[in-house]
């Protein structure tokens, strides 16, 4: 089976940069996902990475290293509205679920 | 907006009772899976379902089962509801080998 871990908390303040780490175990995947959630809201994709190294999509970026089981996800200059739950995901090699970590909740204060 | 909604928003049902959840793909979209979020946790995968067929299953009993239409709408039935069962359902589609899924608002189920 599959499992992640991220931390469950942080707090940063307005214009900061916050770094979620998600360590995993897999016997193989396809990929690494990362998904926004507001409260009452649905997920969102943010960003994948199906080979190791940096993705970089404006203020955010995600990063995968199969060697060290490891991925985060960094958020750069941080806004009021980036205050939300960050979870990481992987779709497996064989099937199609994706599975999802505990998430992350990133509370942006002023 | 995803282009995947999701009816009802919220519902409440009495425990040992039955439940249909509905989800409207985006457009085009022939793969629809479905997730149970409890509070403060991740979604779980509960199945998928690719061109009508169930193509992949999680961790759940069969009291929780589902259908896809030709349309590539999508129903959740749960059946003998728990306490447990309270949870905000998600409905996922995405096209095929795509990696990126488009989530719904989902529906909060609470069982009293």
């Known amino acids: 089976g599959q499992s992640l871990e991220q931390p469950s908390e942080v707090t940063a303040v307005e214009g900061a940069i916050v770094q979620i780490n998600c360590t995993y175990q897999?016997?193989?995947?396809?990929?690494l996902s990362w998904y926004q959630q507001h409260d009452g809201g649905a997920p969102t994709f943010l960003s994948y990475?199906?080979?190791?190294g940096l993705e970089e999509t404006g203020r955010f970026s995600s990063f995968l290293s199969r060697s060290d089981s490891y991925g985060y996800l960094l958020l750069q200059e941080l806004q009021m509205k980036d205050s939300a739950s960050y979870f990481c995901a992987v779709r497996p090699a064989a099937g199609n679920k994706l599975t999802f970590g505990g998430g992350t909740r990133v509370l942006v204060k002023p | 907006e995803t282009g995947v909604t999701q009816s009802p928003t919220h519902l409440i049902k009495t425990r040992g009772q039955q439940v249909t959840l509905r989800c409207s793909s985006q457009s085009g979209h022939n793969t629809v899976s479905w997730y149970q979020q409890a509070l403060g946790q991740g979604p779980q995968f509960i199945f998928q379902?690719?061109?009508?067929?169930?193509?992949g299953r999680g961790n759940f009993p069969p009291r929780f089962s589902g259908l896809q239409f030709p349309n590539y709408s999508s129903e959740l039935n749960v059946n003998a509801l728990e306490l447990d069962d309270s949870a905000l359902y998600l409905c996922?589609?995405?096209?095929?080998?795509?990696?990126?899924?488009?989530f719904g608002q989902g529906t909060r189920l609470t069982v009293v």
């Open positions: 379902y690719y061109r009508e067929e169930e193509n």
């Open positions: 897999t016997s193989g995947f396809y990929g």
């Open positions: 990475n199906g080979l190791d």
């Open positions: 996922a589609s995405r096209l095929g080998g795509n990696t990126e899924a488009f």
